[in-house]
């Protein structure tokens, strides 16, 4: 007997496709609050570095920068079950770092990526690097630094931009966490994500939020 994935659509009852499968699964992870996102802080082969050669087989390789999906607790001897590129295994603790993230949609674009880079400044501040794939209208470059901004107030660019290409500027609500890329430009504005949407923010409206 084959085994078959069967979902009831708007359009009747019909068998789900893998490309549908993935997706639900992914999605369905996403609202998981035990599925969490780290960093391989180290590169990991377990055939030569495992403390537990009996079990090593069932460890997880790794390079280092590459985003590994983990699942519940740490055990006993300090290592976490995960996932990376569809291949599942046992994650030494002391060797990958969390990703203090909840906003789904970067969640899912870090995910995507598949891998992070650290770069510690002369003040000893940590970034996160994200190799984002950039249209030409887009105001976001290949690796920049990205920082997590809250909004403090309401802006709608229609009635308060000050600059005469308003159309460039993303509107938000006072609340909403905005990624902004790189340094401030002269104007005093940044390049900034929101739920996907690109667009120049106004650094005045908005405040750090730290990512941990």
Not at 120 to 145: A, P, R, Y
Request: glycine residues 8%; contains cysteine.
């Amino acid at each position: 007997m084959i085994g078959v994935d069967v979902y009831l659509y708007p359009d009747g009852l019909r068998v789900a496709t893998p490309d549908e499968i993935e997706r639900w699964e992914f999605e369905r992870e996403m609202y998981d609050q035990d599925v969490r996102l780290f960093v391989a802080l180290f590169s990991y082969n377990p055939s030569m570095m495992s403390p537990n050669p009996e079990t090593m087989e069932e460890e997880l390789p790794f390079e280092q920068g590459q985003v590994i999906k983990i699942y519940g607790d740490k055990d006993a001897d300090g290592f976490y079950s995960g996932e990376s590129g569809g291949h599942f295994g046992f994650v030494p603790s002391n060797m990958v770092s969390e990703i203090p993230v909840e906003d789904k949609e970067l969640k899912q674009y870090l995910l995507q990526q598949g891998y992070l880079q650290e770069e510690t400044n002369s003040l000893g501040k940590t970034f996160l690097f994200l190799n984002l794939e950039t249209s030409e209208s887009s105001c976001v470059t290949d690796s920049m630094k990205v920082h997590r901004m809250v909004a403090i107030f309401d802006y709608d660019p229609w009635e308060s931009s000050p600059n005469v290409d308003f159309e460039a500027e993303l509107p938000f609500r006072a609340g909403d966490i905005i990624y902004v890329f790189g340094e401030m430009d002269r104007d005093g504005f940044y390049c900034g994500d929101l739920h996907g949407y690109q667009g120049l923010v106004p650094s005045n409206f908005l405040q750090p939020l730290p990512w941990d």
